[in-house]
């Protein structure tokens, strides 16, 4: 579904030049893709249920809905392609469809499971060369986690790789502080893109 439960600064393609970067999103269930997805594409007032089969959500950035372009900057389309954990056991061929010419990568993990975390390594080995991401979800809920801090800085190090906190609030509610985090998530992806494949 084409921009499903979207309606904040989801456009029709504009006129001229413009860029569209595929970005494929895995984690296991539950661990926030899709409340990441529609943080995101800003469309938050969405309610929590499980992704059936594959879901494509474009979102145009810098949205011209909060401010205009800089001279020169071309509008970059933004494509997240996410897939149900459940529907990609029941078909194999969804999988390789998110991840097939990707320009980069979104792996969730929420610091409350473990296994979640420990897949980053090789779920990044399997997508090379394509560059990655990682973001943490329910960073606020320091009680129930399974993952440390010091964990995760030492995958983030040793693998090179970028790793985003997120709190269980900013994941829904939002805020200036959040907002900021998710620019700089917009920021990074379009930095190694441009790094990796321009």
């Not at 560059?131 to 960073?139: G, N, Q, S, V």
């Not at 090179?160 to 709190?167: A, G, M, Q, R, T």
Request: glycine letters at 6%; proline letters at 7%; hydrophobic letters at 40%.
């Amino acid at each position: 579904m084409l921009g499903a439960y979207c309606r904040v600064g989801l456009l029709d393609r504009p006129e001229g030049p413009q860029q569209t970067i595929k970005v494929c999103v895995l984690g296991r269930g539950s661990c926030g893709k899709t409340q990441l997805i529609n943080r995101l594409v800003e469309c938050p007032d969405y309610m929590p249920q499980q992704t059936l089969g594959l879901q494509v959500k474009p979102f145009r950035w810098p949205n011209p809905q909060k401010g205009h372009l800089q001279q020169d900057e071309i509008p970059t389309i933004f494509e997240f392609w996410e897939v149900g954990s459940a529907a990609a056991l029941k078909d194999s061929s969804l999988l390789p469809a998110a991840k097939q010419s990707s320009a980069i990568a979104l792996l969730v993990f929420s610091m409350t499971d473990r296994a979640g975390f420990n897949q980053l390594p090789e779920r990044q080995a399997e997508l090379e060369p394509t560059p990655c991401i990682a973001i943490a979800t329910k960073c606020d809920l320091v009680q129930s986690w399974s993952v440390t801090m010091a964990d995760v800085e030492a995958v983030a190090k040793s693998n090179k790789l970028p790793i985003f906190p997120l709190n269980v609030a900013s994941e829904s509610e939002g805020s200036d502080k959040t907002g900021t985090v998710y620019s700089a998530v917009y920021q990074k992806m379009l930095a190694i893109v441009e790094e990796n494949l321009w």
